[in-house]
């Protein structure tokens, strides 16, 4: 099945900073969609409700606190909350350009343009963020003017600078990413985004950027954590993933055109990495529905 998505139109006007919106609901009553601007939210008593961000599906638990980036899909359904209580979101939207690159540029704001970048796989943060920033949040929906600015700039520094952040997507699948700030990483993920659909070697895609095989694979495992193939296999399922959101190919088709050398191969990484089969997956978006 194929599943349209549309672009919201958010009431950020080009005069405001930032846009707080505070709502007490005993439903979520507005489906996945996507806005070219950034986007927090703060959620209290929504404990049995769906999170979609981008590729990821999961139950929200009492309290959470997540980050979108630019054109990232993202939306909350009801799944098994208790609809006889209501829940509180708090919703902070601001605009790309609110920070200049000169300004994201200097040291001492230098976690936040990390944060920036990174949303745009999505940012779950911890239950101790949480506990130690969400004065910050209810405390925003009370303030107006400068006051309001210097209280939101000192709650991103603070979630910036948090532990234990997950990311939500798998690589490449939200195209518009900054990868991992470092120019030999940005060059190798070019790389394989040019040829992930093909068998790739760890020697080759270091000989593409004058590198040693074994310094490459030095540097993809400090700067992502990750081993050469894994990282390879999550740029792969990150096209998976949108493929079985955006069009109607078979799941053999897809795991094919993303490069997985057959489908029982795909099938075992993507239920390793998403939690559930490719099939499954598709299936959990048919009842997405669409913004108007």
Not at 136 to 142: E, G, H, N, R
Not at 173 to 194: G, L, P, Q, T, W
Not at 238 to 263: D, M, P, Q, W
Request: hydrophobic share 35%; charged share 25%.
């Amino acid at each position: 099945m194929c599943i349209e998505i549309r672009r919201e139109i958010t009431p950020l006007k080009e005069s405001d900073c930032f846009l707080i919106i505070d709502r007490k609901q005993n439903a979520f009553n507005y489906p996945v969609h996507f806005h070219p601007e950034f986007e927090i939210n703060f959620i209290i008593n929504g404990t049995g409700s769906k999170r979609i961000v981008g590729d990821h599906i999961s139950e929200v638990g009492e309290m959470e606190l997540v980050m979108v980036g630019p054109n990232l899909y993202h939306g909350w359904e009801n799944g098994n909350m208790n609809l006889d209580s209501k829940y509180r979101q708090i919703t902070i939207q601001f605009s790309r350009d609110l920070f200049t690159n000169s300004y994201l540029c200097k040291k001492d704001v230098k976690p936040i343009k990390e944060l920036l970048n990174n949303s745009c796989r999505g940012i779950s943060f911890s239950t101790e963020t949480i506990n130690k920033v969400h004065h910050k949040i209810i405390k925003l929906t009370k303030l107006e003017g400068f006051e309001a600015f210097l209280l939101f700039q000192s709650f991103l520094y603070d979630i910036a600078n948090s532990a234990n952040q997950s990311f939500l997507t798998n690589l490449s699948f939200n195209h518009e990413n900054d990868f991992y700030n470092s120019e030999r990483i940005e060059k190798a993920y070019k790389y394989i985004v040019s040829n992930f659909h093909k068998k790739l070697r760890l020697e080759e895609t270091a000989e593409s950027i004058s590198m040693s095989a074994i310094t490459f694979s030095r540097l993809i495992k400090q700067r992502t954590g990750k081993s050469f193939v894994d990282f390879v296999n999550e740029i792969r399922l990150g096209y998976a993933t949108r493929h079985l959101i955006e069009s109607n190919k078979t799941v053999s088709e897809i795991g094919y055109i993303c490069g997985f050398n057959n489908l029982s191969n795909f099938n075992r990484i993507f239920k390793k990495r998403q939690g559930c089969t490719p099939t499954e997956f598709r299936k959990d978006f048919e009842s997405v529905k669409a913004t108007a």
